[in-house]
Structure formats: C-alpha cells, structure tokens
C-alpha cells in the first residue's frame, strides 16, 4: 500500500543544500513512489514564531513555493499550499495543546536551541511550535514523515500526542502514530565553514551555506573558500569522524551523486583536495543551477504561484477541516 507523506519546510528564507539533501530532495522521490498521497506544507504560522517582516514574509512563502516546484515537487501530484490558509491547523493545534504535557515539551532540544539563553523572552508560540507541527501531521492521517535528523524528536512526541488522544476518547487508531522518515545517510549537512555545526538558514555567514538561489558563480566561489584541512584525502572512513569538514564535502558529494561514501573515498582518495573540489563544484552546479534558474523564472510570475497555493489549500482544507470536526465530536462540542 501507498504512503500517506506529509511534510513542511519553514518559509524563513535561504532555503539551502542542507534543506535540499536532507528533505526536499526526498519529498520529490516519495512523490514519484507510485501509490503515495503526499502533501508539502510551506509552513508560515511556524515561521511566525520568531519575528517576521511581512513583507518578508509574504515573499519567501512565495519563494520557498518556487523551491519546492523548482525541484521537482509537481502540484498535478502533490498538494502543495501555506499552512496559514488552512485554519484546522490552528484549531487542531489548540486541541491537542490540551493533550500534550508541559513534562514533554520541556523536554524538546530545538526549544532550547532556539530560544537560547533567556527563555522567558521566547514567545509562547516558540515553546508551542511542535505541538501546531503535530496538527499538522495528524490531520492528514500521514503515515510517514520525512524530515531532517533534528525534527525527529518532534516526531516522537507527535506519536506520544496522537496516543493519549486516542487513549482519552477511547477512539484507538482515530489519530495515527506517524513514522519519521529520515536518510539514513548524509541526513545532516554541516556549514562550509565549520564542520560541528548545522548548515543553516540562520548562519550570519553566507560563505557557510550553498543557497538553492545561488548562481554558478556563487556556488564555485563558496566551494573554494570551503574549509578542509592540511591532510590528503583519506584511504579510508576510519578518522573521518576527527575531520568533519572532510566528512561533509564527501557526504555532499557523495549524496548528489546517488553514490555510497565509500566510493567517493574510493574515487578520491590520494588526491588533492583541489582536484576534489573540482568535481565537487561540477556536481553541485549540476544539480543546483538549475533549481536556482527555476526559482528565478517562477519568482517572475507570481500569480502563478499564488494560484498553486490557492488550489492546493482548497484540497488541504477538505481533508483537514474534516478531521478537525471528526475531532470535535469526540471531545463533546
Ligand atoms: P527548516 O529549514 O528548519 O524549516 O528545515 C526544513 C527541512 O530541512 C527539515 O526537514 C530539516 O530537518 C531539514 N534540514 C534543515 N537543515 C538541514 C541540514 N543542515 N542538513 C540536513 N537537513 C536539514
Ligand atoms: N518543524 C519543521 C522544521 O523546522 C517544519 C515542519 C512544520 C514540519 N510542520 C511539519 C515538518 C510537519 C514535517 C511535518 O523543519
């Protein structure tokens, strides 16, 4: 039987490799599986949860859209639309606000990230954050939800949610307990200019992350300047761990190219890392200059892609609004 995918990227801008190799790329493969119903989410009302310029805003939902199209993402399969045009996400949030426990939630290490030191200036939308991503992914009865490495905790407690709903309005099997769906490999991708660290939207650097807007000579540029070390190439995995950097490239290289790590090590190994990347830069382009030209030219025609939302959010709702009332009657509305 098909899968039931949902999932959603944050229209917060610079969308890049990262979001590229760890999710959007796979959202195109589940898409093309025959038998799966997918639905991608540019989720806007996750976005508000830090501040937001609208005007802003208004434009990288808009281009986040155009990412997803651009790669691949066909509205004629998919359903492609923002969350905030779909108000059941909201109501669903709250419901299930009032299943999840403080004790969970104090327990999610993206809060902690996110909100940094002083937690008491974070807005409560942070904090509540994957309790509305638990809406979203249960309203659609998703069985399957591909993410990145760190959404996963959010997963587990979206699991935990859907099961104390369940539970508390003796309705088993009304929510489902969906199943990440994360790479097994190259599910994190690292800064260009720093190997411990998460290739980010929020990077001050620019030089740290290949945008799926950057043109070619942007991405070569940034290749060049990516930092390696004094080492030749490894023979083998054993130490790659101790050379992150080294590791990331490889990982980059090797998921672009559908290959295993072992061949790029195999492929590589005993050359310069000018040689590497050489054929690091051919592949990137190869497979990002022509998502970023696509960008481009959809960005020039903006009904367009207001239309692709519009559509999408009409067949959303339907499915959403219905669950929403399903959940309603159970509780006693
Ligand atoms: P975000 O940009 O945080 O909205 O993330 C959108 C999707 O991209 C999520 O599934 C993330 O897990 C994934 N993602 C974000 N950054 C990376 C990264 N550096 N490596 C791999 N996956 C990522
Ligand atoms: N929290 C996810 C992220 O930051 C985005 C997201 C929101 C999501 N709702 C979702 C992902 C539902 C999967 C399913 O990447």
């Known amino acids: 039987m098909g899968k039931k995918i949902f999932s959603g990227v944050q229209p917060t ?137 760190d959404q996963k905790q959010h997963l587990e407690l979206a699991r935990d949610i859907a099961q104390k709903f369940n539970l508390d309005f003796d309705s088993p099997d009304f929510l489902r307990a ?20 998460k290739m980010s939207k929020s990077d001050p650097s620019d030089l740290s992350r290949i945008n799926l807007t950057d043109n070619k000579d942007q991405i070569v540029n940034k290749i060049k300047k990516a930092k390696t070390d004094n080492d030749p190439l490894p023979d083998d995995n054993k130490n790659l761990s101790k050379r992150p950097e080294v590791e990331n490239l490889l990982g980059i290289y090797s998921s672009l190219s559908d290959q295993s790590l072992k061949n790029s090590i195999n492929e590589f190994s005993g050359k310069n890392f000018s040689q590497f990347k050489e054929k690091l830069t ?3 382009v190869e497979k990002i200059s022509p998502i970023s030209i696509e960008i481009n030219k959809l960005l020039k025609d903006i ?19 219905k669950k929403v009332l399903e959940m309603k009657k159970l509780i006693g509305f």
């Open 303 to 321: 009904d367009y892609i207001d239309t692709v939302l519009k559509e999408g959010g009409k067949r959303a709702d339907l499915i959403a609004s």
């Open 13 to 149: 801008g610079n969308l890049h490799l990262g979001n590229y190799i760890g999710a959007i790329k796979n959202f195109v493969d589940l898409q093309n599986q025959k038998g799966n119903e997918c639905v991608y989410c540019v989720v806007d009302l996750h976005a508000i949860t830090t501040k937001q310029d609208p005007k802003i805003l208004k434009n990288n939902i808009r281009e986040t859209t155009a990412a997803f199209l651009a790669s691949g993402i066909d509205p004629k399969k998919s359903i492609i639309f923002n969350q905030s045009l779909v108000a059941a996400h909201s109501e669903g949030s709250w419901i299930l606000g009032c299943i999840a426990r403080m004790g969970w939630l104090n327990r999610m290490t993206q809060f902690k990230e996110k909100a940094g030191k002083d937690k008491e200036k974070a807005s409560v939308g942070l904090y509540i954050y994957p309790v509305l991503m638990t809406a979203d992914i249960l309203l659609y009865d998703s069985t399957h939800v591909p993410v990145g490495e």
């Open 282 to 284: 051919e592949i990137v």
């Open 178 to 197: 969906p199943e990440p769906l994360i790479q097994k490999n190259f599910s994190r991708i690292m800064s260009l200019k720093d190997g411990t660290n």
